[in-house]
C-alpha cells in the first residue's frame, strides 16, 4: 500500500511505471472493472474541484471500488472539526485509502505520519498536485512519444501553482527543458527554474498556460485582466505563432480572456479537453497502485 504525496520524491521509474499502467487502463475502455471490488474510499475534498474530484470518482468507480464523497462544506467540519481528526474518522470507519485535497501547505506530510492507510494527494495548497503533473505528462508522452529533450513554458501564475511545481519536479526527471514565464510578483524562485519572454515560450513544444488564482492572492497581484492577457495571456494572436507541432495545455479550470482566449481553448493544438480525459486512467493506475 502506498501514498502518492508528491513527484518531487517520487523517482523516474516509478512515474513511468504510472504512465504505462495508465496506458493499459486506456487501452481496456471497458466501464467496470473488479480490480478493486470491495475496497472503500473516501474523497475528502477541503477545497472545491470539479476535475479531480470527479475523475478521481470515476476511476475508482471504474475499479469497482466503493466510494464516499466527503466535501467539508457539508461536513463537521464546519463545526470546527479539524482536517485530521476527520479524516481519522473516516479511517475508523475502515476506509482502505483517501483522496485528500487541502489549503494548507504542510499538513499532508503530517496526517501522513499518523493515518494509516495509503492518501493520495488531489492538491495541497500552492505545493504539489502530483496525479495532475502526471496526467499532463502522459498527454505530452503521447502526444511526442518522449519527454526527454521537450521544451516546456509554464506561463502566469508560478507563485500560486501546485501543478507547475508538481511538473516542474517531475518533467526535469525526464530530461524534458523546463522554463517558467511568469511576472515578477508571482514568481518561484526556488524552484531554480529560468525564465524565458512570451516571445521565447512561443518557440516551446508545449505551451502551458496556469490560471491566475486570484484566491490565493495577497494584496492585489492582478492591476487588470486586460493588463495581464496583454503581458502573459494566450491570445489568438500569440497562438498563430506557436509551431505546428506544438501543443497548447492549460490544467483548468480556465479564466477564459485573461490566460488564454476562449477560442482557443478547443483550437486543434490545445490539449485542454484531452488532459481532462487523461486524468481518469492516470487516476486508476494511482488508485491501484495505493491498494496493489
Ligand atoms: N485541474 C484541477 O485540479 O481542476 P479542479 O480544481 O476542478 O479539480
Given at each position: 500500500?502506498?501514498?502518492?504525496?508528491?513527484?518531487?520524491?517520487?523517482?523516474?521509474?516509478?512515474?513511468?511505471?504510472?504512465?504505462?499502467?495508465?496506458?493499459?487502463w486506456?487501452?481496456?475502455?471497458?466501464?467496470?472493472?473488479?480490480?478493486?471490488?470491495?475496497?472503500?474510499?473516501?474523497n475528502?475534498?477541503?477545497e472545491?474541484?470539479?476535475?479531480?474530484?470527479f475523475?478521481?470518482?470515476?476511476?475508482?468507480?471504474?475499479?469497482?471500488?466503493?466510494?464516499?464523497?466527503?466535501?467539508?462544506?457539508?461536513?463537521?467540519?464546519?463545526?470546527?472539526?479539524?482536517?485530521?481528526?476527520?479524516v481519522?474518522?473516516?479511517?475508523?470507519m475502515?476506509?482502505?485509502?483517501?483522496?485528500?485535497?487541502?489549503?494548507?501547505?504542510?499538513?499532508?506530510?503530517?496526517?501522513?505520519?499518523?493515518?494509516?492507510v495509503?492518501?493520495?494527494?488531489?492538491?495541497?495548497?500552492?505545493?504539489?498536485?502530483?496525479?495532475?503533473?502526471?496526467?499532463?505528462?502522459?498527454?505530452?508522452?503521447?502526444?511526442?512519444?518522449?519527454?526527454?529533450?521537450l521544451?516546456?513554458?509554464?506561463?502566469?501564475?508560478?507563485?500560486?501553482?501546485?501543478v507547475?511545481?508538481?511538473?516542474?519536479?517531475?518533467?526535469?526527471?525526464?530530461?524534458?527543458?523546463v522554463?517558467?514565464?511568469?511576472?515578477?510578483?508571482?514568481?518561484?524562485?526556488e524552484?531554480?527554474v529560468?525564465?524565458?519572454?512570451?516571445?521565447?515560450?512561443?518557440?516551446?513544444?508545449?505551451?502551458?498556460?496556469?490560471?491566475?488564482?486570484?484566491?490565493?492572492?495577497?494584496?492585489?497581484?492582478?492591476?487588470?485582466?486586460?493588463?495581464?492577457?496583454?503581458?502573459?495571456?494566450?491570445?489568438?494572436?500569440r497562438?498563430?505563432?506557436?509551431?505546428?507541432?506544438?501543443?497548447?495545455?492549460?490544467p483548468?479550470?480556465?479564466?477564459?480572456?485573461?490566460e488564454?482566449?476562449?477560442?482557443?481553448?478547443?483550437?486543434?493544438?490545445?490539449?485542454?479537453?484531452?488532459?481532462?480525459?487523461?486524468?481518469?486512467?492516470?487516476?486508476?493506475?494511482?488508485?491501484e497502485?495505493?491498494?496493489?
Open positions: 500500500e502506498r501514498s502518492l504525496l508528491g513527484l518531487k520524491e517520487l523517482d523516474k521509474a516509478e512515474i513511468e511505471s504510472i504512465l504505462n499502467r495508465a496506458a493499459y486506456e487501452q481496456h475502455p471497458s466501464k467496470v472493472h473488479a480490480a478493486l471490488s470491495g475496497k472503500f474510499i473516501a475528502m475534498f477541503f472545491n474541484s470539479t476535475r479531480t474530484r475523475s478521481f470518482e470515476m476511476a475508482e468507480k471504474r475499479l469497482g471500488a466503493q466510494v464516499l464523497n466527503f466535501t467539508a462544506a457539508a461536513s463537521s467540519v464546519e463545526k470546527g472539526e479539524s482536517i485530521y481528526d476527520t481519522r474518522t473516516l479511517e475508523s475502515g476506509i482502505d485509502a483517501g483522496v485528500i485535497r487541502l489549503k494548507p501547505v504542510g499538513v499532508l506530510a503530517e496526517l501522513a505520519e499518523k493515518i494509516k495509503p492518501l493520495i494527494n488531489a492538491g495541497d495548497g500552492n505545493n504539489e498536485h502530483p496525479t495532475q503533473a502526471l496526467l499532463d505528462l502522459y498527454t505530452m508522452r503521447n502526444h511526442f512519444g518522449s519527454l526527454q529533450g521544451t516546456v513554458t509554464i506561463v502566469g501564475d508560478v507563485m500560486h501553482s501546485r507547475a511545481r508538481s511538473n516542474a519536479w517531475a518533467l526535469r526527471k525526464f530530461g524534458a527543458n522554463r517558467f514565464c511568469s511576472p515578477p510578483n508571482m514568481r518561484a524562485p524552484l531554480d529560468p525564465e524565458v519572454t512570451m516571445e521565447e515560450a512561443l518557440k516551446s513544444d508545449v505551451v502551458m498556460m496556469l490560471r491566475v488564482q486570484l484566491e490565493r492572492h495577497e494584496g492585489g497581484k492582478l492591476k487588470s485582466a486586460e493588463e495581464y492577457r496583454a503581458s502573459y495571456g494566450l491570445t489568438a494572436e497562438a498563430s505563432r506557436i509551431g505546428s507541432h506544438a501543443i497548447i495545455m492549460h483548468a479550470p480556465v479564466n477564459r480572456n485573461v488564454i482566449d476562449s477560442e482557443l481553448v478547443e483550437h486543434p493544438q490545445s490539449r485542454i479537453f484531452k488532459q481532462m480525459e487523461n486524468g481518469v486512467p492516470i487516476r486508476m493506475a494511482v488508485i497502485r495505493a491498494l496493489g
